[in-house]
């Protein structure tokens, strides 16, 4: 698709959960914590500002003067720590608005983001910035409505709370469902709801089943799910493609290629989240032009870097293994 307004794009900036992991044996995947970025019909979201956000932000210079959309799902650290290193809130002439649920203690996403740049956390504070940003709170459950894109929430399983994201356009769905934990006896209806038929399910899989129900150490209560719980969901709620999200810091590269190869042998239309993958939506009524009329639903491919698009946009090669061929 050469037509921006036909575009749906979503391309991961940081991919990790809890802090970040940068070195030799986290390179292929990344070390950055939770940020992806959407592009819908010429509008940019931007979901949740971990320190991929700093890397988004240095490539988006080229860009300015720039106008993103911005929803965190809440303001546990590796969601925030980036949003003071996004070069392009400092500059005039930038516009950001932000969304972001209110805290059960009353605290505002404006007042977080700026709590965490006051003194003696940080040299400057948050009115420095210069680009104009505008704070929104949302309601669990609202819905945010961009031109003709949708943005819906639902509350996750989370401690102090989150929520997760479904964003509609044009026949096209992508779901943002990390940082939730499954519960035992039964599958999230939240979860499944915000995942209902989506073309793209990323999914907190921080843990494997043996982590998360370890009796030497065991997780249950820390908010994360697992790439098996990720499979039940997507097969219960129809799900094209599912990408494993929020990475263990503990978990290197090899690790990963082992839950990428678990999972596919369970969900095949699946994989791991590597930061610089970006992943493409066909609206249906584009597929049924290009097919002749025949088919209706969406379709989602990833590049691997080595066409001119995906390095235009900043996307980052895996080795060959990691390749996977188009959906």
Avoid at 265 to 280: D, I, K, Q
Avoid at 298 to 310: D, I, L, Q, V, Y
Wanted: charged share 20%; net charge negative; hydrophobic share 35%.
């Amino acid at each position: 698709m050469s037509n921006i307004q036909d575009q749906f794009t979503v391309h991961f900036w940081g991919v990790r959960g809890s802090i970040a992991c940068p070195g030799a044996e986290t390179v292929r995947y990344g070390g950055n914590t939770s940020c992806v970025e959407m592009r819908i019909g010429g509008h940019r979201l931007i979901f949740d500002g971990g320190t991929g956000l700093r890397v988004l932000g240095q490539t988006l210079l080229r860009e300015m003067p720039l106008e993103a959309y911005m929803f965190f799902t809440h303001s546990h650290w590796d969601h925030i720590q980036g949003f003071p290193f996004c070069v392009p809130a400092f500059i005039k002439g930038n516009r950001f608005h932000i969304y972001g649920a209110i805290a059960p203690n009353g605290s505002t996403i404006e007042q977080r983001l700026n709590d965490q740049m006051l003194h003696p956390n940080f040299p400057v504070p948050l009115q420095i910035m210069g680009a104009d940003l505008e704070f929104n709170d949302i309601e669990v459950g609202e819905s945010v409505q961009i031109d003709d894109i949708l943005v819906e929430n639902a509350l996750l399983n989370h401690p102090g709370e989150a929520v997760g994201y479904r964003v509609s356009w044009r026949g096209c769905v992508a779901s943002y469902v990390t940082d939730t934990e499954h519960f035992p006896d039964r599958l999230d209806e939240n979860v499944l709801w915000l995942a209902h038929e989506a073309d793209i399910l990323i999914y907190d899989a921080t843990y494997t089943d043996e982590e998360y129900y370890s009796e030497r150490s065991s997780k249950v209560g820390w908010g994360h799910s697992t790439w098996q719980e990720a499979v039940k969901i997507a097969e219960a709620a129809n799900v094209k493609k599912l990408v494993i999200f929020h990475h263990d810091p503990l978990h290197s590269d090899d690790f990963m290629d082992r839950v990428k190869e678990k999972t596919a042998e369970r969900f095949p239309n699946s994989l791991v989240a590597w930061e610089g993958l970006e992943l493409s939506i066909t609206p249906p009524e584009l597929v049924a032009d290009t097919n002749g009329g025949d088919r209706n639903g969406s379709e989602a491919h990833h590049t691997n870097g080595s066409s001119g698009s995906s390095l235009e946009s900043g996307a980052v090669a895996m080795p060959e293994k990691q390749v996977s061929a188009q959906i």
